[in-house]
């Protein structure tokens, strides 16, 4: 399940075995997304505001790069694109409830790895 929910492997490689950098992405990772996801469900349904929510949606991609989560990195593309074409904010929602739900389902594997990594050899 794990594997599913939770891709650590472009970190790792990032990391090239420094237990300190994983700990301080997973640390900035945690610090800043939650209140970025938060944020952007906000703005997605309470305003009309399209450019606020695309810039929204880009500012966490490089985050969910790296530490990936089932389906958030695509899903904040989807919301940009379509934040920029003034689309479908109904499916906008749905897609940052989505996200926002596997993140914290991941959230404990997310934890534990900022506990104890697992460093590649």
Do not use: C, W
Request: glycine letters at 4%.
């Amino acid at each position: 399940m794990k594997e599913d929910l939770l891709d650590l492997n472009f970190l790792y490689q990032l990391a090239k075995n420094d237990e300190g950098y994983v700990n301080e992405v997973v640390r900035l990772y945690l610090a800043n997304v939650p209140e970025g996801l938060k944020k952007l469900e906000k703005a997605i349904s309470e305003t009309n505001d399209f450019e606020l929510i695309q810039r929204l949606a880009h500012a966490i991609k490089p985050s969910a790069n790296i530490i990936r989560v089932l389906g958030m990195y695509d899903a904040l593309v989807q919301i940009e694109a379509m934040a920029r074409e003034r689309s479908d904010k109904i499916l906008m929602l749905s897609l940052v409830e989505k996200i926002a739900a596997n993140f914290e389902k991941a959230l404990p594997l997310i934890l534990a790895e900022k506990l104890k990594p697992q460093l590649v050899g």
